[in-house]
């Protein structure tokens, strides 16, 4: 996870994943999950944002 100013607000970053051979099928499974997780994740952070008065996304 890092976080970085960009103009008024901030960037965000989250990368996540495992590198083990045996893991590949599990990945390609979960991809679709993992996907739709990390966009609740940026629904959620831009909600508390509002919430806390903080720059809004352009």
Known sequence: MATVPEGRGTRL???????RRWSTPAQRALRPVGRSRGLLMVERTVRRAELRGGPQPA
């Open 13 to 19: 970053a989250v990368l996540g994943g495992m590198c």
